[in-house]
């Protein structure tokens, strides 16, 4: 088979014509790959090898990880047939989010400081110190924010309100249970709290006056709303202008018995339907990143958004 040829053979395939679209614009590795497209490891790793065999793209070691990119010494005929698949990917369906993806995985890469805070973090408990604890780290951390009115959505008995209560303005724990709302109600009561407060409702038709809370805080709590799209679009409502939605919850996983365990409707989320959510429902400068990994399996994920009305 002549070269030419084989530079057309190895570019009929859709998702190696997504590939090559990805590559011209950004060198990748195989996880960040996955990342923007949602296409499964080994699928990703044979439709480069291909590639690869035809030396339109070439790789780097980068520590443990290959890093893919467009081969800078290809020859004019295969740079042509490069030119011609990017056209035609731009006209695929997937052009679009894959595009929008491959930006905020670069923005992610590039953001050093993020970086370095969660390899911090990953440290902070493998060595044992006296009175060195997340407990301890945590109320430092508590009393440096600023007090603003809180909104704590699908809070159950609100636990997290309780320790948010210590320095915000206002902290409304909402969940849609009228047992869990008394028994917060009383708990608070007991506490001689007087800085937050329990209400009755759904997290998709959340009970507050609109542009009325600084913060809105979903913890663990998105993956059991039957339409988490709504309830984002509730907590964007609800909002005062530059306010900010923090969301804690799972990478998708394949738990199934969390359903019956834990009463979830959600085997979590993959990163790229969540940022099309939250940018749908109308919020700016979305980050989003793997906060911890459980050591033992099935190795939930936590996910930490942040983003801005």
């Given at each position: 088979?002549?070269?030419?040829?084989?530079?057309?053979?190895?570019?009929?395939?859709?998702?190696?014509?997504?590939?090559?679209?990805?590559?011209?614009?950004?060198?990748?590795?195989?996880?960040?790959?996955?990342?923007?497209?949602?296409?499964?490891?080994?699928?990703?790793?044979?439709?480069?090898?291909?590639?690869?065999?035809?030396?339109?793209?070439?790789?780097?070691?980068?520590?443990?990880?290959?890093?893919?990119?467009?081969?800078?010494?290809?020859?004019?005929?295969?740079?042509?047939?490069?030119?011609?698949?990017?056209?035609?990917?731009?006209?695929?369906?997937?052009?679009?989010?894959?595009?929008?993806?491959?930006?905020?995985?670069?923005?992610?890469?590039?953001?050093?400081?993020?970086?370095?805070?969660?390899?911090?973090?990953?440290?902070?408990?493998?060595?044992?110190?006296?009175?060195?604890?997340?407990?301890?780290?945590?109320?430092?951390?508590?009393?440096?924010?600023?007090?603003?009115?809180?909104?704590?959505?699908?809070?159950?008995?609100?636990?997290?309100?309780?320790?948010?209560?210590?320095?915000?303005?206002?902290?409304?724990?909402?969940?849609?249970?009228?047992?869990?709302?008394?028994?917060?109600?009383?708990?608070?009561?007991?506490?001689?709290?007087?800085?937050?407060?329990?209400?009755?409702?759904?997290?998709?038709?959340?009970?507050?006056?609109?542009?009325?809370?600084?913060v809105a805080l979903f913890s663990h709590a998105l993956h059991h709303a039957k339409q988490p799209?709504?309830?984002?679009?509730?907590?964007?409502?609800?909002?005062?202008?530059?306010?900010?939605?923090?969301?804690?919850?799972?990478?998708?996983?394949?738990?199934?018995?969390?359903?019956?365990?834990?009463?979830?409707?959600?085997?979590?989320?993959?990163?790229?339907?969540?940022?099309?959510?939250?940018?749908?429902?109308?919020?700016?400068?979305?980050?989003?990143?793997?906060?911890?990994?459980?050591?033992?399996?099935?190795?939930?994920?936590?996910?930490?958004?942040?983003?801005?009305?």
């Open positions: 088979m002549g070269q030419i040829l084989k530079y057309l053979k190895a570019l009929s395939d859709n998702t190696r014509i997504r590939l090559i679209a990805l590559l011209s614009l950004e060198e990748l590795s195989v996880n960040e790959i996955q990342q923007i497209t949602s296409l499964g490891q080994s699928r990703i790793s044979t439709h480069l090898s291909i590639l690869q065999e035809t030396k339109m793209i070439c790789f780097r070691k980068e520590g443990k990880k290959s890093v893919y990119k467009i081969n800078p010494n290809i020859p004019e005929e295969a740079q042509q047939a490069i030119n011609l698949a990017n056209k035609g990917a731009q006209e695929s369906e997937h052009y679009s989010d894959d595009f929008k993806n491959l930006k905020r995985i670069v923005e992610k890469r590039n953001n050093q400081a993020q970086v370095y805070f969660n390899q911090v973090a990953g440290r902070f408990d493998q060595k044992y110190g006296p009175g060195r604890s997340w407990q301890a780290f945590g109320q430092v951390l508590l009393r440096l924010i600023p007090p603003l009115d809180i909104a704590d959505l699908g809070s159950g008995e609100g636990l997290i309100g309780e320790l948010l209560a210590n320095n915000a303005r206002k902290v409304i724990c909402v969940d849609n249970s009228k047992k869990i709302v008394r028994f917060g109600q009383k708990k608070v009561k007991k506490a001689g709290l007087k800085n937050i407060q329990f209400s009755l409702g759904d997290i998709e038709n959340i009970p507050l006056k609109s542009k009325s809370v600084d799209e709504m309830a984002l679009s509730e907590a964007h409502r609800i909002l005062r202008p530059e306010g900010q939605l923090i969301i804690l919850d799972l990478l998708e996983h394949q738990f199934e018995n969390a359903k019956e365990i834990y009463g979830d409707y959600w085997l979590g989320f993959p990163i790229n339907t969540l940022y099309e959510w939250v940018e749908t429902a109308g919020f700016k400068d979305i980050e989003i990143t793997e906060a911890a990994r459980e050591e033992e399996p099935p190795h939930f994920t936590t996910l930490l958004v942040i983003a801005r009305k």
